[in-house]
Structures are given as C-alpha cells and as structure tokens.
C-alpha cells in the first residue's frame, strides 16, 4: 500500500457499523492473480415475527408464543474493483433457521435482483444455523391450520422482506478496509453416535450401559475465523465457523437463536457493540452441542461458573475467537484476491432398496385419516411418501443437483454445501484443499437432508438411514473430489 493510498484510509470518517462494515484491499497481484480495491458491507436484521409462530426441528408441532432470545440474519456484500470495473462480487447471509427450504433461495434471487441492478444474484449465498426454535417454513409439516399462529407462507414473506432489507442495506454502504484471519480452537461439537457390542448405532443413545462401545466418528474442534477491520484497524465484523449446528436448547418451545445468540452477545463486548458477527455452520451432521458423556463433570465445572449451557458454550467460542484474533491482526491484509465461482454439481443418489420401499409404503398406507392429522404423525408420514417417491423416479433420475460458491479471499477459501455433511468429508476438504484455511459451510443455498459415513449406514438410525438421506456415502465422498477441485482450481496459477 502507498502512502497516499494509507492516508486516505486513515482519514475516513467512522460508520454506523450495526448496519455498514468494510473491508478493503488496494490493487496488487496476488500468486500470479490480480488483486484489487474490496468493498465490503454489512449489516442484520431480526428475523422473528411478531406473531405467535410453530417452530421447526421436531416432529411434533410446538408453537411458541414467547421470544427468548431473537432469530437474526446477517448480510456481509463483498465486491472488487478496479477503478470503474467490477472484477468479481458475493452476497453472503447467515439466517438463524433450521435450514434454507429448497425454494427460499430462488425466491429471494428475484427480489434482490429487482432491488440490486448492479449485483449478479447468481453469487448470492443463504446459509442457516440449524437453530431448532425457528419458525417453520414449510406447509403441512405440522399441524398449524386453524391455530391463532402466522402460516408457513405467511412467515415465508416476512423472511424475504426482512432478508431484502438486510441485504440491500449492506450493499449500498460497502467501503474500504482490512481482512485477516485466524485459527482457533473450542469443545463445542460432540459426535452424537454411540455405538455398541452388536455393531448398530444409535444417534443420542446412552453411553453407560455395558454394551456400549464407543463413539462413531471423529470430531472437529476448530474454529475458522476471518476478521474485517476498518481504516483505523478495529474489527467492525467477524464470520465465525464452528462445526456444530446450534442446538442445545432444540426441544424448547420458545423463539430461540441457540447458542450463537450468546456468541453475538460475548463478541459485541469484546469487540464493541457494532460488531457483527456472520455464523457459520461447519460439516457436523454427526455432531451436535450435545454432552454424550463426562456429563455429570461438565454440568458441575458449568454450574460453578454460574452459566447456563449456552453461555458456556459462547464462552469457548469467544475464547476462540480471540485466540484467533491474537494472530489475524498480526497480518491485516489491504491487497487481496476475490475469486468467486457458483458451480452446479451432480451427486449420486442414494438409491432407495427395494426392502425400504416397502416398508416406507406399508407405513405411509397404514396412517388413517385421523392420524394423518396427528401433530407428531405428519413429518413420519412426509417421510415415507419422500421414500417411495425417489424410488419410483431414481432409475430416471439418479442424480442430486447441488448449487456449489467456492470463493477464494486471498488465502483463505469459503465453500458451501446444502447438506447436514458428516464431519469427516468436511475433514477431507480441509485436508485436500490447498488455501491455508477452509470455511466449510453446509445448509447452504437449500436442504439436502444428511451425508453420512459408510460406517454409519452400517451402523443405522437416524441421520443413517434411508429417509434422512438424498445422498449417501458415494455422494459424500464425489462432494468432496468436486469441491476440492473447485477450490485448488483457484490456486491454479501458483
């Protein structure tokens, strides 16, 4: 960076960053890649209606009528620019949701693409944190109608409205600044699969009893963290990856954000009230914030520094963070590459057998009239039905289309998937791929439902079997080969 271009910096005003944050990079070639000037906003929203509202995540319909902590979405608008030309451009918005249901993604596209003229709605991204106490997006999943609740549809609306807004905001008020990032390190995720002596598994099963063996799968305890700073080198925004999706408190019945709500609170004091904090949920369809054993020590050590669970959590995660921050802002980049590539990949799916059609079919024809209505019968009916339609169309139809964003920022890479991914093929990304840190973002753009391990599939249960999944084993590992490629492809000219 010259020194004309350092003083201009130094002599910007400061901005409202609850609803601005910057970052920005002054031309320079990066690897053989052209660098250039990063304008960067961001901005959030609550995203909880007002209304009393059914909450999504169980089988059985809740609805609540209280808020104990709001439902957010947070927007972070990047673009490079050289003088006029726009080199390359991403929206990318965290929702505090249980997923991004297959159509909100598009639906929202044709908003911002109205309201954005100078935006490729193409290079935008919604990711949700699998909060289970947010509102359900989806008719006839559970039983709401005649109930004094807002409807699916109706919530589905106001989403879009709020998720506009937020975004527009962010756009419109990009300026220049600095990135870093940084590693660091929290117990949050827990692999939730207990296996035992006659080689099943179980998701949540007990784990003191004498047939217990183990636990499935591996655990990923990192925390990716990338930092924006304005001109005077403060943090103004933060996006934060942890591989686990927030769910300790999924069995209220009350709004919720879970634990990230927590982690906003403890990063705002940290780093100031206007920070905004972009949540990441890495590949963890095998973890959850869940304790599956050692828990009788880990509620006393929480119970002795007077926390409830989810503010230890936020604990660890804040601690996390600052470890990372200790690094990043050792290394405030000004010059930096913006590569971003959307890429639609063809997966296998997992091929329904000819055993669990039939036992999907002989349950869905077993459900009466009367059950059908039955708030805790309506998922399991949906299930089924899901079931024996892909078996009837997989011969034809044997692919899953995914939208994939990798994204390079320098050297860091940022790619995403629709999936409840098992952890170990997020591990195989960040292994494989060749920026020093991976973001791994799954329930990305839509909801594909679980990934899992062939061990899993061999051990059973849910997130395992049939019904929780479009894909399977071979699926999980060509996701992996593709977004690998696609992120090494960006490092091509090295």
Partial sequence: MNIRSRNKRRGCHHFH??????????GASVAGVDAAELLV????????????????????????????????????????????????????????????RDD?????????????????????????????????????????EGKDVIQPAEYVEFLLGRLNDVVIRAWQQRKSGGVGWGLGHAL???????????????????????????????????????????????????????????QEVEGRGAVNADFWHEVRLALRKRFGEEVQVLAWTGAGGDQSPHLMWYKRAEQRMQLLRGLTRLQEIARRIDLAVDEAYQGAKQDIRFDVTLIHRVKKLQLPVRKVT?????????????????????????????????????YERQETN??????????????VAICTNPFELYTEFGVGMKARSKAV?????????????????????????????????LVGPEGGRSLVDQTVEAINSMWETN
């Fill in 354 to 390: 000819e055993k669990e059609f039939a036992e999907a079919k002989a349950f869905y024809d077993s459900v009466s009239d009367e059950a059908k209505l039955d708030p805790r019968g309506c998922l399991k009916r949906m299930w089924s039905q899901q079931t024996v339609d892909r």
């Fill in 17 to 26: 960053v609850i609803l601005v944050v910057a970052v920005g990079v002054v």
């Fill in 398 to 411: 044997p692919h899953y289309t995914m939208e994939l964003h990798a994204i390079r920022l320098d050297d």
């Fill in 104 to 144: 909100i993604q598009q639906r929202f596209r044709q908003r911002v693409k109205a309201s954005l003229p100078d935006f490729d709605v193409n290079k935008l991204f919604l990711s949700a944190t699998h909060t289970h106490t947010a509102p359900v997006m989806r008719e006839g999943v559970y039983v709401t």
């Fill in 41 to 100: 906003g961001a901005a959030s929203v609550s995203i909880t209606p007002e209304q009393p509202v059914a909450l999504s995540g169980q089988i059985h319909t809740r609805i609540a009528a209280d808020v104990e902590s709001p439902v957010t979405a947070t927007a972070v608008a990047i673009e490079t620019r050289q003088g006029d030309k726009v080199l390359d451009q991403a929206i990318m918005v965290s929702c505090d949701l249980v997923a991004i």
């Fill in 188 to 246: 949050v995720a827990h692999n939730r699969r207990a296996v035992y002596a006659d080689g099943s598994a179980r998701m949540y099963g007990g784990t003191d009893g004498p047939e217990f063996r183990g636990i499935e799968g591996y655990e990923d305890h990192y925390v990716d963290v990338l930092f924006f700073f304005n001109a005077d080198r403060q943090v103004i925004a933060t996006a934060v990856n942890v591989a686990c999706p927030s």
């Fill in 437 to 469: 840190q991976t973001f791994v973002v799954q329930l990305a753009c839509a909801s594909g439902y679980y990934v899992p391990t062939e061990e899993a599939v061999a051990g059973g249960h849910y997130s395992a079997e049939i019904f929780s999944n």
